[in-house]
């Protein structure tokens, strides 16, 4: 990982958005960015009094791993990662170097292994794919929200809420 300093690339919320954003450069690091998104949440919960159940830190989690993985493992040079509080979401967005976009494979299930894709679209409830002047950048978002907690909220019964009715 490297940033300049301890707390580089935060932003705070004092009338902006909640932000950071770190670089990295070698598959050893990927850990690193999970580390990072669960730091990211720690501060959004008790510095700016957001709630981050486990299924939500989880979940960021798994997908930044997804996300800078793929990056790692297909694109030359280093990635970039920031994490930001958008409209009640965790927004990851990870930009590498190759301007080739990723496509989600087939469902297959006697594959093994290549369903990192699969798996972050099929977790967020928002996912993009942009080419950039210089590679492309992927963003998924995964609501802050648990769908108990909503369906406490709004009086309707969890089971209901899961199942859509």
Same mark, same amino acid.
């Not at 997804?66 to 493992?73: D, I, S, W």
């Not at 280093?78 to 976009?101: F, H, K, M, Q, R």
């Not at 996912?127 to 909220?153: M, N, Q, S, T, Y």
């Given at each position: ?35 990072? /998104?669960?730091?990211?949440? /720690? ?45 009640? /979401? ?67 019964? /969890? ?7």
């Amino acid at each position: 990982m490297d940033q300049a300093e301890e707390g580089a690339g935060r932003t705070p919320l004092a009338g902006g958005p909640i932000a950071v954003t770190a670089a990295f450069e070698g598959s050893e690091e990927i850990a690193d960015a999970r580390a990072v /998104a669960r730091a990211f949440l /720690a501060d959004v919960q008790a510095v700016h009094g957001l709630p981050v159940s486990d299924r939500v830190m989880g979940m960021v989690q798994l997908v930044v791993s997804e996300l800078v993985t793929n990056a790692r493992k297909y694109a030359p040079g280093p990635c970039l990662l920031t994490l930001e509080v958008n409209d009640g /979401a965790i927004e990851v967005t990870v930009w590498d170097s190759e301007p080739v976009l990723p496509t989600a494979r087939a469902a297959d299930p006697g594959r093994v292994g290549q369903h990192g894709l699969e798996i972050v679209m099929a977790v967020c409830g928002g996912f993009e794919l942009h080419r950039e002047p210089v590679g492309k950048r992927i963003k998924a978002a995964v609501g802050l929200a648990d769908v108990d907690e909503a369906a406490r909220r709004g009086g309707v019964h /969890a089971e209901t809420a899961r199942r859509g009715g």
